[in-house]
């Protein structure tokens, strides 16, 4: 966006958001019509969400529906985490608990989980866990 340009989408932008003006009145006080007024607007708009991704992103901060950055992908298959005996995320742990506690008590032990053992059931469940969180951030 121009410099001239930019003026003057932040013109109508200050108009719409602080006068809370009409595109059809933003466009009079501007001289261009109504759809020129929203586009002047929606420019604007998003150039105020570039800046804020890319000031985000040079100071590694990340904010739900800002940034757009896919997590990291997992590093470990659920194979390789096994074969090495990788500890599990905490959040895998209590998850698989809490689980395995209401398979046994509400649904009468229908998936039957077990674990403390490899190859046990609820312990691949932890380690696809594991998988899962890694695969979608620490939130």
């Not at 040079?58 to 194979?79: C, F, H």
């Not at 046994?104 to 046990?120: N, P, Q």
Request: contains cysteine.
């Amino acid at each position: 966006m121009t410099p001239e340009r930019r003026v003057r989408a932040e013109q109508a932008y200050l108009l719409r958001t602080q006068s809370q003006l009409t595109y059809e009145e933003i466009g009079s006080r501007l001289g261009v019509g109504r759809e020129a007024a929203r586009g002047m607007v929606g420019d604007y708009e998003r150039s105020l969400r570039r800046e804020i991704r890319e000031l985000l992103l040079a100071n590694n901060l990340v904010i739900a529906g800002w940034t757009e950055i896919e997590p990291e992908p997992s590093r470990l298959t659920v194979s390789e985490r096994m074969a090495q005996g990788s500890p599990h995320d905490l959040r895998s742990e209590k998850l698989y608990a809490s689980l395995a506690k209401i398979d046994f008590e509400e649904c009468s032990d229908s998936f039957g989980f077990k674990s403390g053992g490899d190859g046990d059931n609820g312990e691949i469940l932890m380690y696809i866990l594991d998988v899962h969180f890694d695969r979608t951030g620490k939130s």
